[in-house]
T-cell receptor
Framework: GNSVTQMEGPVTLSEEAFLTINCTYTATGYPSLFWYVQYPGEGLQLLLKATKADDKGSNKGFEATYRKETTSFHLEKGSVQVSDSAVYFCALTGGFKTIFGAGTRLFVKA | NAGVTQTPKFQVLKTGQSMTLQCAQDMNHEYMSWYRQDPGMGLRLIHYSVGAGITDQGEVPNGYNVSRSTTEDFPLRLLSAAPSQTSVYFC??????????????FGEGSWLTVV
């Protein structure tokens, strides 16, 4: 079946550092890929998505590229802020089901 | 815009009690689902529905029932609560298209403790 694996956290960075959170997937067919973000005490909200190979999703300075050859969808940001502290979830949709990774907690220090 | 609304936000149950988590959406979405979130395990799909009258099981359906009598509502029932069901529960909805890139919209979560 489909699955998503993302790097374990927590990840602790200083403000303005470069961020990478790795995500790899296993799926049949051509899934859509997503990054969701969860701020403390809230539900998840969409950060960015890509629906086909080589697509790049971007939002709020975050980017991720759908790499079919490496089955990856790594999240990157060039300069993180304290307000980016949250839990980040990689996810894929195949058929009618969306599968989430375990989540990566990010702490950004001022 | 209310989006996805779920209640209650917090609940404490005794082992063996039953209860219903309510979920409603006002976006006319066909697809609705329930997830539970546990530390280190991400979100796991409990049940989902692709339209009124149609439901199916997700990864962890045991101990839970759902029904979908209207497009708007998708309640989750715990039949006989167990401590293993202590978790944070999220209701979610989206437009239903197979293998689509549709965004999922989440409720704010329900924190359930079973003692």
């Amino acid at each position: 079946g489909n699955s998503v694996t993302q790097m374990e956290g927590p990840v602790t960075l200083s403000e303005e550092a470069f961020l990478t959170i790795n995500c790899t997937y296993t799926a049949t067919g051509y899934p859509s890929l997503f990054w969701y973000v969860q701020y403390p005490g809230e539900g998840l909200q969409l950060l960015l998505k890509a629906t086909k190979a080589d697509d790049k999703g971007s939002n709020k300075g975050f980017e991720a590229t759908y790499r079919k050859e490496t089955t990856s969808f790594h999240l990157e940001k060039g300069s993180v802020q304290v307000s980016d502290s949250a839990v980040y979830f990689c996810a894929l949709t195949g058929g009618f089901k969306t599968i989430f990774g375990a989540g990566t907690r990010l702490f950004v220090k001022a | 815009n209310a989006g996805v609304t779920q209640t209650p936000k917090f609940q404490v149950l005794k082992t063996g009690q039953s209860m219903t988590l309510q979920c409603a959406q006002d976006m006319n979405h066909e697809y609705m689902s329930w997830y539970r979130q546990d530390p280190g395990m991400g979100l796991r799909l409990i049940h989902y529905s692709v339209g009124a009258g149609i439901t199916d099981q997700g990864e962890v359906p045991n101990g839970y029932n759902v029904s979908r009598s209207t497009t708007e509502d998708f309640p989750l029932r715990l039949l006989s609560a167990a401590p293993s069901q202590t978790s944070v529960y999220f209701c979610a909805s989206s437009y239903a298209r197979e293998s689509s890139g549709n965004t999922i919209y989440f409720g704010e979560g329900s924190w359930l403790t079973v003692v």
